[in-house]
């Protein structure tokens, strides 16, 4: 059949859904008033498909896609729901397989530093099964408690240790997945050197379920520290925090952990919300960094900031800083940084944007965004933060969304318009969903646009996996020239 078959609009059979139950069992398909009650998460649009099918194993999985395939019906993967690019939003006509059932952590080895985790296990549950090995999984997000292994992968998620880490794709060493046609592409690799042939698991990190469902994951861990230290400094500017960045990058004693900055006006905003003051750190700096140092020693830590603090402010007299001196202290300061929803609770739906810069190109960029967003309205700003030392910002708009669709496309090209020419991305770690396939389309390279498209027709040529996901819901591949044999 044509993917045009597989279109949202055509109902689910009952014959279908009675096969589904015969598989996953009776209770693990849920309809009707049982989903409309659920919590969607993040986008209300989620549980659209009125239909969630939750398997309990791989095969459990390969069974329900290959049913799906043979009654033409799409299928809309989800993790923790925590996703902010309507990558698992659904529709009437198709079905939401939810990873929920399918969270254990299967082997976790102090010895390879290694897990083999299920796709449903939340970040939260792996980090506190590797700290009981003092190990963590070297990536933290704040939604730690509801993101999943699974999302993660697909999303291919950062956080705030990707300056050091890398992103998700730099964690995983195996996966195993099931493919649009119900085969099972098993590699659970647990070494870092393998040149065996094509690394296929770099196909489905990032892919946002739309070549395969992503079911188990092999994961590298990294020793935690004893100690970590939080330090928060008041900068006079960009430049000062990034070279307050390579100065901390250089420390005497321990690691650099987390970077984050706060430009004034969001921290000003989150301060306000929690109630939050110090006497000796006035919020009336620019920009506002955030460092953790982690090691094997507190004491150690906390002289290592004061040495820090001492060498930044010979360079840049107007610093200001505090050091936290508890672990509430501690706490309440990642809150400023980590509770972004304060956002969303003063601007209803503010539209939203994560985007990489290279560092040395950071300074203009916020300038250049800041002027063009108030050549659009003269009081449209914008709520700047993120992980500064990897050069991922996130900004959202002092308005409640949605935009009116001319300020939506005038703000896209403020942000948007040479970004990849300076070498940076519209999408850092959020990813591309059905929110920003327009922004994908506009930006990228040609080429790459017509391999993207190729992949899918390979893999899912019957459109069946996330449809309407990261590419159109028809993905046009253009044909190509060929050059005569002289």
Not at 88 to 115: C, F, H, K, W, Y
Request: net charge negative; charged share 20%; with cysteine.
């Amino acid at each position: 059949m044509t993917p045009d078959s597989a279109s949202p609009e055509k109902p689910v059979p009952d014959a279908l859904l009675d096969a589904l139950r015969m598989v996953v069992g009776g209770g693990n398909v849920r309809t009707g008033e049982v989903v409309t009650a659920a919590d969607p998460g993040w986008n209300p649009d989620n549980f659209g498909a009125g239909i969630v099918v939750a398997p309990g194993s791989t095969e459990e999985v390969a069974a329900v896609i290959r049913l799906c395939r043979d009654h033409q019906v799409p299928v809309v993967p989800q993790g923790g729901r925590t996703g902010l690019v309507g990558g698992s939003v659904s529709s009437p006509g198709q079905i939401v397989l939810s990873l929920a059932r399918m969270n254990t952590i299967e082997r976790l080895d102090p010895i390879e530093r290694v897990a083999v985790v299920q796709a449903g296990a939340t970040l939260e549950a792996l980090q506190m099964a590797a700290a009981e090995h003092r190990l963590e999984p070297g990536i933290d997000l704040p939604s730690r408690g509801s993101a999943t292994i699974g999302g993660m992968v697909s999303t291919n998620a950062g956080g705030i240790m990707a300056f050091r880490n890398g992103v998700m794709r730099h964690r995983v060493l195996g996966l195993e997945a099931v493919l649009a046609d119900g085969s099972i592409l098993s590699d659970l690799t647990r070494v870092v050197k393998t040149s065996a042939g094509y690394d296929l698991k770099h196909l489905f990190i990032g892919a946002e379920g739309t070549l395969g469902i992503v079911t188990r994951v092999v994961l590298k861990l990294d020793p935690l520290p004893r100690a970590t230290a939080t330090a928060l400094f008041g900068l006079p500017s960009v430049g000062a925090a990034l070279e307050t960045i390579r100065l901390a990058l250089d420390t005497e004693a321990g690691h650099l952990r987390a970077a984050e900055a706060l430009w004034q006006s969001y921290i000003r905003l989150a301060a306000s919300a929690h109630g939050w003051s110090e006497p000796d750190f006035p919020l009336d700096q620019p920009i506002c960094l955030l460092l953790s140092l982690g090691g094997a020693n507190e004491q150690a830590l906390h002289s290592e900031f004061e040495r820090l603090f001492a060498e930044v402010l010979d360079r840049f007299p107007e610093t200001t800083g505090i050091i936290a001196s508890s672990k509430q202290q501690e706490i309440d300061l990642w809150r400023l940084r980590e509770d972004t929803d304060v956002i969303y609770r003063t601007h209803p739906a503010s539209p939203s944007y994560d985007v990489s810069v290279p560092l040395s190109e950071i300074d203009a960029y916020v300038a250049h965004i800041l002027q063009g967003l108030s050549a659009i309205e003269p009081d449209l700003e914008p709520y700047l933060f993120g992980h500064l030392a990897d050069g991922n910002l996130h900004i959202a708009l002092n308005r409640r969304g949605p935009l009116p669709e001319r300020i939506a496309g005038a703000v896209e090209t403020v942000l948007y318009d040479g970004l990849r020419q300076r070498g940076g991305s519209f999408s850092a770690e959020h990813g591309v969903g059905s929110k920003r396939i327009h922004s994908l389309l506009t930006t990228a390279d040609p080429t790459k646009l017509e391999a993207m498209a190729r992949v899918k027709a390979t893999l899912d040529g019957q459109t069946i996996m996330n449809p309407g996901k990261v590419l159109p819901q028809k993905p046009q591949i253009q044909p190509r020239l060929r050059r005569r044999n002289a």
